[in-house]
């Protein structure tokens, strides 16, 4: 029908093609058409037609047509006769076509049949594809039956394998126990009887056993004859401890510790037998050591040197001591009782090894106390440090230390309550206090508790024993005979030596620790040794040796002090402010022996005004025998200076200081004299016999030099 409509129209669009160029309004040709009059008219209604008409302008068959003035029922009955026509010719085509159509409609019977057949199979596999799916499942389930029996049967399996395992008894594992040897091989078999039996004894399960009825029995023979004969074997072992000669270490590390499980499995399953092991272990331990202690320390005390007995004080007079006369006259020569000198070495050789008295008896030397307290203590600290690991290791149990050393602690003690009532070496206390706080030090770096009571048991003992010494020093000072003491020589007195030599050892010892107790005391025993040589001094007739004999006392101990070390403190500064003042009073001594016309002159009347007393003026008459003499003799009385300073002073350092102040305060001296010679009337005429300040300056520069 397109075809139809296209055949129509295709001539008017060919007339109408400079039409179709104008633009085409189709309201005002709506607005001409007329319609005929048609008696069905008054049924049709019109409403919308202009709608209708708007919407269709754009179609080009509608506007084709209104374009041309066509009537609209001539225009439908050509379409219709268009339409009957192709209506036609369709109707001839497909009676051309008929034997086609019916071979078609054959084929597609056919293949509606071929389709039912595989209906009817696809059907039937169907079917057997449920029954197949069911059967699946069905195995399926079985599977899964089967896999949790399996898994049951495994688990139910290995406790049970692992039960037979625990209970039964290999014969290879009673023969190891019956009739081998105590070895590696045998104690693996004892961790072996060790599970078993705990494996019984625990699991209540086994317990309701019937197997357990057949084998506990048994478990229990073995095990009666594993306890007795490990016991045997241990016992054995510790006897060994006891021989002579016997390296207790070496035995405990190479051999004892190797069975170390043999002594946990009597622990599980021979408490009794334990027991036993524990005490013998306990009382071999203790009488080996402690003989060990007591054969060491009295080899010790074969070496021991005495150093001071209980006259070898500060204050106590020499020759009252009968130091003449003791064969440790050569110690005593060195100061070694109030002087620390070498003995300081024991704190920095603290960690050397324990003397070997055979060796050092061989070499024929002697020693302090000190070391062979500082052997003592080191032997012990290395005994115990050793048994407190082996403790730990082999039983298990720390607290077995303390009483295997108990006979050891009795032994040393014994020892020292021995020795410590008759030490009277004030130093040698003070180096064991040392001693006994390194070797605290020590055992806390090895993280060894064991020796923390008795190491502070030993320093509590000590520090009574000290303080008495010091005490019985202090005394000898206070209550010292200054009549028998005092000797008519200026020099420093032994005992003065004594006490700067014990204090400076003490500052020196007390350097690291700062025992501010100790400093106490120190600052006592200062002041009594300052009252005694005020008092020794006053001996002397004359104030001059008076104050040099102080002067070299003092001077000695600074020098002391300061060798010691840095340490001096107050103590040094104390006797530096003595022997500064002591030393003006004596360069006033010094110049009025010699000059003492010219310092009473000066001091008197050189600072006054010449002019300011009209009645009693300064003349030159009063002035110029001072002026003389002083030329006549001063370079003579310098050179006796000069003398008597060497000859009394032991320090030339200090004599040379001493000279040199004497010398200066001479030469303030006489420039005031010459100041006041210059404001003096007629003073002019004393110029010729002044001494010049550059010839003194000379002088004082040439002794200076002499030192």
Not at 58 to 66: E, K, M, P, S, T
């Amino acid at each position: 029908m397109a075809d139809v409509a296209g055949a129509t129209v295709s001539p008017s669009i060919g007339e109408t093609n400079d039409a179709q160029k104008n633009v085409f309004d189709l309201g005002a040709f709506v607005g001409d058409l007329t319609l005929e009059d048609d008696p069905s008219s008054d049924d049709i209604s019109l409403e919308g037609l202009e709608q209708e008409l708007e919407e269709c302008k754009n179609n080009d068959v509608v506007a084709n047509i209104l374009s041309k003035g066509t009537k609209l029922r001539d225009y439908t009955k050509g379409v219709e006769n268009d339409l009957r026509k192709v209506e036609l010719d369709s109707i001839q085509d497909y009676i051309k076509e008929s034997d086609n159509l019916v071979s078609l409609h054959d084929q597609i019977h056919d293949c509606d049949s071929i389709l039912s057949q595989m209906e009817t199979l696809l059907s039937g596999f169907q079917a057997e594809i449920g029954s197949i799916s069911s059967d699946i499942k069905i195995l399926q389930e079985k599977s899964m039956d089967m896999s949790l029996r399996l898994k049951n049967r495994k688990v139910a399996e290995s406790k049970l394998a692992k039960f037979v395992e625990d209970i039964i008894v290999p014969p290879r594992m009673v023969d190891v126990l019956v009739d081998g040897e105590v070895n590696e091989e045998y104690m693996r078999t004892l961790e072996v009887l060790s599970k078993k039996l705990k494996f019984v004894e625990v699991d209540p399960m086994v317990k309701a056993s019937k197997a357990l009825k057949d084998v506990q029995p048994e478990l229990e023979k073995l095990r009666q004859k594993a306890v007795s004969k490990v016991f045997d074997f241990i016992v054995q072992k510790l006897y060994a401890l006891r021989k002579p000669k016997t390296n207790i270490q070496i035995l405990q590390q190479s051999v004892l510790l190797k069975y170390k499980y043999v002594v946990s499995f009597l622990k599980e399953h021979g408490k009794e037998i334990y027991n036993e092991v524990h005490a013998a272990y306990i009382d071999t331990m203790n009488k080996v050591l402690s003989a060990h202690f007591r054969a060491y320390i009295q080899a010790l005390e074969k070496l021991q040197l005495d150093i001071a007995t209980y006259n070898d004080l500060i204050g106590v007079e020499t020759r009252s001591s009968g130091l003449f006369i003791r064969a440790r006259e050569p110690l005593k020569n060195r100061s070694a009782v109030f002087a620390l000198g070498d003995r300081i070495n024991i704190l920095k050789d603290i960690d050397e090894p324990a003397l070997i008295p055979h060796i050092a008896e061989a070499s024929s030397n002697k020693y302090p106390y000190e070391v062979l307290f500082r052997s003592l203590q080191k032997l012990l600290m290395d005994t115990a440090t050793s048994e407190y690991n082996f403790c730990d290791d082999f039983f298990g149990e720390e607290s077995i230390f303390y009483e295997i050393f108990s006979g050891p602690f009795g032994v040393i003690d014994e020892h020292f309550n021995s020795i410590l009532p008759n030490c009277y070496d004030a130093i040698g206390l003070m180096l064991m206090i040392r001693i006994i706080h390194k070797h605290q030090l020590i055992m806390s770096r090895r993280r060894i508790p064991c020796l923390d009571s008795y190491l502070d048991k030993v320093n509590i003992s000590l520090w009574p024993r000290f303080k008495l010494v010091f005490d019985m020093h202090l005394n000898s000072l206070r209550n010292a005979n200054v009549k028998t003491l005092w000797e008519d020589d200026v020099h420093p007195h032994y005992v003065m030596r004594r006490y700067a030599e014990f204090t400076a050892s003490l500052i020196h010892l007390n350097a690291e620790c700062g025992d501010g107790q100790l400093d106490l005391n120190l600052e006592r025993l200062r002041m009594a040794v300052d009252d005694l040589f005020i008092k020794l001094a006053k001996n002397f007739p004359k104030p001059k040796s008076q104050t040099v004999f102080l002067i070299n006392n003092y001077d000695m101990t600074i020098t002391v002090l300061k060798e010691a070390g840095p340490e001096g403190g107050k103590i040094q500064m104390h006797f530096e402010e003595l022997l500064k003042s002591n030393t003006t009073i004596f360069v006033e001594e010094l110049l009025q022996e010699h000059f003492n016309d010219l310092i009473k002159f000066v001091k008197s009347k050189a600072s006054e005004d010449p002019t300011s007393s009209p009645d009693k003026p300064i003349t030159v008459a009063e002035v110029e025998p001072l002026v003389k003499d002083f030329a006549s003799r001063w370079k003579a009385a310098i050179e006796l200076m000069h003398k008597d300073v060497i000859t009394s002073f032991s320090n030339f350092l200090c004599g040379m200081e001493i000279l040199r102040a004497a010398l200066t305060q001479l030469l303030l001296y006489y420039t005031r004299l010459s100041d006041c010679i210059k404001r003096i009337v007629g003073g002019s005429a004393l110029n010729k016999d002044l001494v010049s300040i550059s010839s003194i300056m000379y002088e004082i520069r040439k002794y200076s030099r002499t030192f």
